[in-house]
């Protein structure tokens, strides 16, 4: 009841916050389907009970915030529903679809008791804002800006954004570390939050760091281990998607699930649903690689094997030719020489028969000189030719073997006796080379090929190479 006091009706605070619970108890006496979102949980471990903090918002901005109660039994109940549908539980930061009573308490205020929530409303709010995203995106064009760049033949250098103690991030190191084939990786580790509303701007900030160091890298790794939808919708979110999509190296990422692929997987350079399969893919690249160099330095050995072959033959060929042609030429330039010979013999008879006197003498003096200038001139030419054979052919034969002897010092490198001379070895077990420890167990005998002879040795024990 009121007090009047000087023509003032005074009601007391309880009077007031009466009047008002049962207003709102005649006004409210049903519960109702309620959006807003869960801004924070306030999860009390000790009671069980949450007092959940709902707002709305606006254009990034809140336009309305209650207080709400979720009661210790009722929050079981609706959580493991949670985790049954979306994989994770009931957390801060999401949008939600509950069924609540209006109350109000004189000592507490108004607030909403929660009932009932609907995960399938949170579920399809976080597929909307996947769809927006993917569609500004590509309305911006820079939805595959990313998957334009190209991977380097050998990518070895790789930057890690994860956490530390992340179990994918372990798996993904022992499993380029430990590849059997030996190929080298460098990778660093750039820290960042892996999930939540924080893991965005985390994420970004580490890929703002690698960008200033990018001539030390040829790709970037987000790694992270497995987690429900709700877990990873920070990689749904627009800038998250943008930095990844316009980032100036490969974006490969790995983390960890195998459905509901994410915005930020969609515009990432390659996506694998593990780190342990992202691993595993940059090994195949290197792999890929070892393949065509074996290939090609057996397709080198065998064309030096038939390229000194044919250098062989085509020797033996010129030389063949060579001694062909200096016989015939030689045989030419002699029956010629004896035909003149003939002939300036025959016309000296005839003018020795004819001439008795003064001008025979002069004729015999002049048709004898002119036959020794002759038989001179045709006896150097043929002393020429002779000798020109006889340069050209060994320097056309020098080259020819010099030819032959690069091609043998090429082969020879190539030798395996050769190969075990520079210090390597071939272990092999029942015939076959070993190339894991995988291959062998305790007691195995092992026969070892060196340079000057082999070695026979018994398994004693096996260790793992830390890299």
């Not at 020794?372 to 002393?383: G, R, S, T, V």
């Not at 001379?421 to 305790?442: D, N």
Request: aromatic share 8%; net charge positive.
């Amino acid at each position: 009841m009121s007090n009047k006091q000087q023509d003032k009706q005074i009601f007391t605070l309880t009077q007031v916050a009466n009047s008002i619970r049962k207003t709102i108890h005649e006004r409210y006496k049903r519960a109702y389907w309620i959006k807003a979102e869960l801004n924070k949980l306030n999860y009390y471990r000790h009671s069980g009970h949450c007092y959940p903090d709902l707002v709305e918002k606006k254009d990034g901005k809140i336009s309305a915030q209650l207080r709400a109660i979720l009661w210790k039994d009722d929050y079981r109940l609706i959580n493991n529903r949670f985790v049954e549908v979306l994989n994770e539980p009931l957390k801060d930061g999401i949008k939600i679809l509950f069924y609540a009573r209006i109350t109000f308490d004189p000592l507490y205020g108004l607030s909403l008791r929660i009932l009932d929530i609907d995960p399938s409303f949170t579920l399809g709010d976080l597929e909307k804002e996947k769809q927006d995203c993917i569609r500004q995106l590509h309305n911006e064009g820079l939805f595959y800006k990313n998957k334009q760049l190209k991977l380097p033949l050998l990518p070895k250098r790789i930057a890690i954004i994860s956490v530390e103690t992340s179990k994918g991030y372990a798996d993904f190191i022992r499993i380029i570390e430990g590849n059997p084939w030996q190929y080298g990786f460098f990778h660093m580790l750039f820290p960042a939050l892996l999930q939540g509303d924080k893991a965005v701007y985390s994420i970004i900030g580490q890929l703002q760091n690698i960008c200033r160091v990018k001539q030390h890298f040829d790709l970037v790794a987000i790694i992270r281990g497995g987690g429900g939808d709700i877990g990873l919708s920070c990689y749904n979110q627009y800038l998250l998607a943008k930095a990844v999509s316009q980032f100036p190296l490969p974006v490969l990422t790995g983390i960890g699930h195998a459905t509901n692929e994410t915005v930020t997987e969609m515009v990432a350079f390659a996506n694998e649903i593990t780190p342990s399969k992202l691993a595993e893919s940059l090994i195949q690249h290197f792999h890929n690689f070892a393949v065509n160099v074996n290939e090609a330095a057996q397709t080198i050995n065998n064309k030096a094997k038939r390229e000194l072959q044919y250098a062989n033959q085509s020797l033996r060929d010129t030389v063949h030719m060579f001694r062909n042609n200096a016989s015939g030429m030689l045989a030419i330039h002699k029956s010629q020489l004896m035909e003149h010979t003939r002939a300036i013999g025959r016309e000296a008879f005839v003018y020795g028969r004819q001439i008795r006197n003064y001008v025979l003498k002069q004729e015999e003096t002049r048709l004898l000189k002119q036959t020794n200038q002759m038989i001179l001139e045709k006896k150097n030419m043929i002393d020429g030719f002779q000798r020109s054979l006889a340069a050209a052919a060994p320097e056309q034969m020098a080259k020819n073997l010099q030819e032959i002897n690069l091609l043998k010092e090429k082969v020879e490198h190539l030798k395996p006796e050769n190969v075990l001379k520079r210090g390597y070895s071939i272990t092999r077990f029942q015939g076959k080379a070993i190339t894991a420890k995988e291959q062998l167990k305790t007691g195995d005998i092992l026969h070892t090929k060196l340079f000057d002879g082999s070695i026979t040795s018994e398994v004693i024990q096996k260790k793992t190479n830390n890299l």
